[in-house]
């Protein structure tokens, strides 16, 4: 049962120009999203995150929208930079029933060429 | 900065082994968590540890056991290693009351099992 999904396996970008990145859940009891990122040989960290009672998360760079009636999140990148380049996860807490354990998206791998 | 150190970053193994992967956070974290991450599948959650000696099956426990003697370390024990659990081995701690605002991983461990 995968609450999170992200359908796009990877994704090829021209430096400088945006990369977007999506995501879709099924369960409308999440109420909080985050984005990591990870590269090769090392563990995700920690990118960007929104709450439900958000629909725009900025922080530099990076942007998070959430459309909670459509149960769909974005992750906007601009300008993207070979840097960027790196699996992205979408994640969710499952709940304070569950000890708020985060349950992962497939990930996008984003290939940001310069 | 909150470390979380896995001891391996590569592990070769053969079928049928008993397979100790180790992990240690240096942040006083009550919350450490085991993660596979393998291609299109994702991060699935494998065992969680809230306390030391406490421990909740995850996703896809079978053919896997922790132990969390102290709460600093959690160690993951394959019982007798095959080949489908060759895979990326992530473990990740979080505050008792911070885990919604994300984990800190380590940097995996990848394990061959030939």
């Known amino acids: 049962d995968q609450q999170v999904k992200q359908n796009s396996p990877s994704l090829s970008v021209q430096e400088g120009r945006i990369s977007i990145l999506n995501c879709d859940y099924t369960?409308?009891?999440?109420?909080?999203f985050l984005w990591y990122k990870k590269y090769p040989a090392e563990g995700p960290t920690f990118l960007i995150s929104?709450?439900?009672?958000?629909d725009k998360n900025e922080d530099g760079r990076f942007t998070v929208f959430l459309n909670k009636s459509a149960k769909h999140l974005s992750l906007h990148i601009v300008p993207s930079q070979p840097g960027d380049s790196a699996v992205y996860f979408c994640?969710?807490?499952?709940?304070?029933?569950?000890?708020?354990?985060?349950?992962f998206g497939a990930g996008t791998i984003l290939r940001v060429k310069s | 900065d909150v470390k979380v150190t896995q001891s391996s970053r590569y592990l070769v193994k053969r079928t049928g082994e008993k397979v100790f992967l180790e992990c240690v956070q240096d942040?006083?974290?009550?919350?450490m968590f085991w993660y596979r991450q393998d291609p299109g599948l994702g991060l699935r959650l494998i065992y969680f540890?809230?306390?030391?000696?406490?421990?909740e099956k995850g996703d896809i426990p079978e053919g896997y056991s922790v132990s969390r003697e102290k709460k600093e370390r959690f160690s993951l024990i394959l019982e007798s290693a095959s080949t489908n659990q060759t895979s990326m081995y992530l473990c990740?701690?979080?505050?008792?009351?911070?885990?919604?605002?994300?984990?800190?991983f380590g940097s995996g461990t990848r394990l061959t099992v030939v």
């Open positions: 929104i709450s439900s009672i958000k």
């Open positions: 942040m006083d974290h009550e919350n």
């Open positions: 540890s809230y306390d030391v000696k406490m421990k």
């Open positions: 369960n409308s009891m999440f109420d909080y």
């Open positions: 994640a969710a807490p499952r709940g304070m029933e569950y000890g708020n354990k985060l349950v």
């Open positions: 990740a701690s979080t505050p008792a009351d911070r885990g919604r605002a994300g984990y800190t």
